[in-house]
């Protein structure tokens, strides 16, 4: 029997997570748009306010990028939001390797988010997007506490998680757990 889980196949690779945003997660995601509980104002709301916290918080810092996948930020937090130094964290070894090939300069590190290895208060912000809702709800407490060990100034969760009202869950739920493997 078949003993992975969706979203471990998707993300072993930059190759595979590719594929997964592009020809899954993309065409969802439109469909998604036009369905009539779909708020675009929300959407637009919520990116400016993750806009003004990263300005407010990660000018200047060294940030931990806690489920960093294939290194995306790695680019975006320097020279978008002025972050002194960046180092990236991931379970999967082949996503490590494809970050530490398309990013050589940064620095990328795989491990647990349950134990990082990394000392008390070694960073000034540790980030996480979009990794909580891929953890099974008894885990997640857990795993922002240990962020929290590791930051000295602040812990960024960015995640989306049962926002929705009723009966408006149902359709998310299906798409998170078919597209995203998501608990």
């Known amino acids: 029997m078949f003993k992975r889980r969706w979203d471990e196949i998707t993300h072993a690779s930059k190759m595979a997570y590719d594929f997964r945003l592009k020809y899954i997660m993309g065409p969802l995601q439109k469909m998604a748009a036009l369905t009539p509980w779909f ?4 959407t637009i709301s919520y990116n400016k306010l993750n806009e003004r916290i990263y300005q407010e918080w990660l000018s200047g810092a060294n940030v931990l990028d806690v489920g960093c996948a294939p290194g995306k930020l790695s680019h975006e937090f320097p020279t978008k939001y002025g972050t002194k130094a960046y180092v990236g964290l991931d379970i999967s070894p082949g996503m490590v390797r494809d970050a530490k090939a398309d990013n050589p300069e940064k620095c990328f590190v795989c491990g647990s988010i349950l134990c990082l290895p990394f000392l008390d208060k070694s960073f000034g912000v540790v980030h996480s997007t979009r ?42 739920q299906v798409y998170y757990r078919l597209a995203d493997g998501s608990h």
């Open 39 to 42: 708020d675009e104002s929300l």
């Open 131 to 172: 990794l909580l809702h891929h953890l099974r709800p008894e885990i997640r407490a857990r795993v922002v506490v240990e962020q929290l060990r590791v930051a000295r100034r602040a812990v960024i969760v960015e995640d989306l998680l049962r926002f929705e009202p009723g009966f408006l869950r149902s359709p998310h």
